[in-house]
């Protein structure tokens, strides 16, 4: 049963990962081709040169992620306890968005927060606003397109978790005495932990290796290591030096998440989620 799965996985992940570290560790040139040296120096050299943009990736994710962890738990608690018979309904609007283009609707940002778009114009026409402020080009438009892009991202799994949480505990807890929050802190928010552990992990990892949004929203001082990691591939044709950078990345979100699940106690989370 697990045999398709597993080629699957052997066809479209393990093997291009295998030639992608291949391609790390090789040298040469896109001309007269690249050969297998075993350099290792590319990802010293890689991440010595780039580690600003790491750790600025890094920060970016992390900051997204708790954005859509603040915005996003709220409308999972209200879709899952209070939207009723119109959970669908919500639910659908939620991913509504996911019929457009990931570009376009990132671009669509771009419009606007422009620093005459439909939003900041008025408000400097209004002298709400000085007339050099923006908010393209800053750090604040790269976190909050990634906060729209994967706000879904973390409602869903959050949703999840809290739909399967039975009333009936939450009414055992009023009968004991526990006010609202008691009953939400030591109830549905230990239950709702899985969510919130799956909604991070797939907002993070593709948070920190975006540069859709860094590209359409951000500027020079706000470049991500997804746009370094395109601008080797598809302009300064430094396959080795894009591949180790791309292992670099991925070795550093691996190390993130492993530290995040140990935190947070990954066993009792499965337990949780076993149950």
């Not at 991500?224 to 601008?231: F, K, P």
Request: charged residues 10%; aromatic residues 14%.
């Amino acid at each position: 049963m697990v045999l398709p799965g597993w080629l699957w996985l052997a066809a479209f992940f393990i093997t291009p990962v295998l030639v992608m570290l291949s391609l790390s560790l090789q040298t040469g040139d896109f001309i007269d081709g690249f050969r297998q040296t075993f350099h290792f120096r590319t990802y010293a050299d890689a991440v010595g040169t780039y580690h600003v943009q790491l750790l600025r990736s890094l920060l970016y994710g992390a900051a997204a992620t708790v954005c859509c962890l603040l915005i996003g738990y709220p409308v999972a608690y209200w879709i899952a306890f209070r939207a009723g018979r119109h959970k669908s309904v919500f639910l659908f609007l939620l991913l509504l968005p996911f019929f457009v283009s990931f570009v376009i609707r990132t671009q669509s940002w771009n419009v606007v927060l422009a620093d005459n778009g439909v939003v900041l114009g008025p408000l400097k026409h209004l002298g709400l606003l000085p007339d050099d402020f923006h908010v393209l080009a800053t750090a604040y438009a790269v976190i909050g397109g990634l906060t729209y892009n994967f706000l879904p991202f973390m409602v869903l799994p959050v949703y999840v978790a809290l739909e399967r949480v039975d009333p009936k505990l939450i009414e055992a807890a009023t009968d004991l005495y526990a006010g609202r929050l008691a009953a939400f802190v030591r109830v549905v928010l230990p239950l709702s932990l899985p969510g919130v552990f799956a909604g991070v992990l797939l907002t993070f990892v593709p948070a920190s290796a975006d540069y859709v949004n860094a590209g359409i929203l951000g500027g020079p001082s706000t470049t991500m290591i997804g746009n370094i990691i395109q601008t080797e591939y598809f302009t300064n044709l430094d396959y080795p030096g894009a591949a180790a950078l791309s292992f670099a990345l991925m070795g550093t979100l691996l190390i993130a998440v492993f530290v995040y699940a140990r935190a947070l106690g990954t066993e009792d989370v499965l337990e949780v989620t076993a149950r």
